[in-house]
């Protein structure tokens, strides 16, 4: 009964959320009909950038209102369940600026050893330098993935097993890092964090799913519901 009450997204702070998507939803489709109005301008050059200007900014308006939901799904729906260290956040971001690749594993309720293969035993208390030294490219560990398990790093350089693409990782330039994130996360409760090499996007599989370019780990940082200090274990390339 606790846990299931834990697991209760905040009522109050939802509503506030839903009315601000509601207000975000109408501003929408005032420009769209906005939109739609013109398009009889589109055999006249003068209209042509008007509208390319309109659209872009509906373009935005959803590229807002989804990071909004995003936002409100992990805080409100996710972040109860997720234990990351916070020097793992550290560590992540700075592999995002320089845009080097990454696959962290942090093990929650299920054992993992069987869905590691090969790799290298650490044994180390998780730390930001460690990570980075790990994921430098060159090192042989780098192209492998790190297994956490209270705020420990247990092994790394490690492959995760095969899995299939995801329906739409294609059209995101997603390759076999992130597909094997979400495969892990389809058979274990498992939160893996990837960095893309290419893109330097942060992204997060948990339960199947892939939450992709969460655009700075700041983000994660904001679920302090769900984090301790000092290290301590707190979180479809």
Not at 151 to 170: C, D, T, V
């Amino acid at each position: 009964m606790e846990k299931e009450k834990v697991n209760q997204p905040n009522n109050k702070g939802m509503l506030v959320e839903e009315e601000v998507f509601k207000d975000g939803l109408e501003d929408l489709r005032g420009r769209l009909t906005s939109l739609k109005d013109s398009l009889s301008g589109l055999n006249q050059c003068s209209h042509l950038s008007n509208l390319l200007q309109k659209i872009h900014e509906v373009r935005d308006g959803l590229n807002n209102l989804e990071q909004s939901l995003l936002q409100t799904h992990l805080k409100g729906c996710i972040s109860p369940t997720l234990k990351v260290p916070e020097v793992v956040a550290l560590a992540v971001s700075k592999l995002s600026r320089k845009r080097r690749g990454g696959t962290i594993v942090i093990e929650q309720e299920d054992n993992l050893n069987d869905y590691f293969q090969g790799g290298v035993f650490i044994d180390a208390v998780v730390s930001a330098t460690i990570l980075e030294n790990i994921f430098y490219p060159g090192s042989p560990l780098h192209d492998g993935a790190v297994l956490i398990r209270n705020a420990r790093i247990i092994k790394a350089g490690s492959l995760l097993p095969f899995a299939p693409y995801p329906h739409g990782f294609e059209a995101l330039g997603l390759g076999t890092r992130h597909a094997a994130a979400v495969g892990l996360s389809k058979v274990s409760d498992a939160l893996v964090i990837v960095v893309s090499e290419e893109k330097g996007w942060i992204s997060l599989a948990l339960r199947g799913q892939l939450y992709p370019n969460l655009g700075t780990f700041a983000l994660l940082q904001r679920l302090e519901g769900s984090m301790e200090e000092g290290g301590r274990p707190v979180a479809n390339d």
